[in-house]
């Protein structure tokens, strides 16, 4: 069952089941297969225009098709992105943010926040 508001036999319900069915065939949970479909589609919706509501980090990040997996755990630089964790600083109301670089955005956040 695609998101509210994506009709069946709709290339975003398509790209929902293919999603979903690749995340299960990788051992993924069906509530989590689920979820992540739901995400992945939603972001697209937003950066195409689809959807009335969407959020900086939907609109200005790396598509998810070509960010492939970057921040799910694999080796390399993974977690939030610069500017995920500028707005973040900047919604916390952090000092000095503009002129921090990622490693200093995420220990300062990490600090205000505990």
Do not use: F, H, W
């Amino acid at each position: 069952m695609p998101p509210r508001g994506i009709k069946k036999g709709t290339r975003r319900a398509r790209q929902y089941e293919k999603i979903k069915g690749s995340q299960k065939r990788r051992g993924t949970s069906e509530r989590r297969a689920k979820e992540i479909a739901a995400r992945t589609v939603q972001k697209e919706r937003a950066r195409s225009g689809e959807s009335r509501q969407r959020s900086r980090s939907s609109t200005r990040d790396i598509s998810s098709a070509r960010r492939g997996g970057q921040r799910s755990g694999k080796s390399g630089p993974r977690g939030q992105t610069r500017e995920q964790l500028y707005e973040q600083a900047r919604r916390l109301k952090i000092q000095g943010r503009s002129r921090m670089t990622k490693r200093q955005l995420l220990a300062a956040v990490n600090r205000k926040k505990a």
